[in-house]
Nanobody, 124 residues
Framework: QVQLVESGGGLVQPGGSLRLSCAAS????????IGWFRQAPGKEREGVSCISSSDTYDADSVKGRFTISRDNAKSTVYLRMNSLKPEDTAVYYCAARPFLCSGLSAGPADFGSWGQGTQVTVSS
């Protein structure tokens, strides 16, 4: 059974950092793309970053601030978030789809397995 569990969210001041983790089980991470999405109140879910064995993707809004990485041995994908801004406040989800990120072109609907989400709040 495919399972994704996010952790690492919390309250941080503007300019601070957090590292989110997405622990995967029930499938071989090597053959899947893992994407990070976020959803703020009243807004649509948007793609943030994605990583697969062959490609990566970062949204323009997070380029240079967020770094996605994966540890296949631990079946875990990380999202390091630096220089956080209040507009980064959202529930962050990780999700899985076979093979490639493909620029997250198809959006959240292209990802079939989702975690429960972790809240990130950036506020002074």
């Amino acid at each position: 059974q495919v399972q994704l569990v996010e952790s690492g969210g919390g309250l941080v001041q503007p300019g601070g950092s957090l590292r989110l983790s997405c622990a995967a089980s029930g499938f071989t991470l090597d053959y899947y793309a893992i994407g990070w999405f976020r959803q703020a109140p009243g807004k649509e879910r948007e793609g943030v970053s994605c990583i697969s064995s062959s490609d990566t993707y970062d949204a323009d809004s997070v380029k240079g601030r967020f770094t996605i990485s994966r540890d296949n041995a631990k079946s875990t994908v990380y999202l390091r978030m630096n220089s956080l801004k209040p507009e980064d406040t959202a529930v962050y989800y990780c999700a899985a789809r076979p093979f490639l990120c493909s620029g997250l072109s198809a959006g959240p609907a292209d990802f079939g397995s989702w975690g429960q989400g972790t809240q990130v709040t950036v506020s002074s």
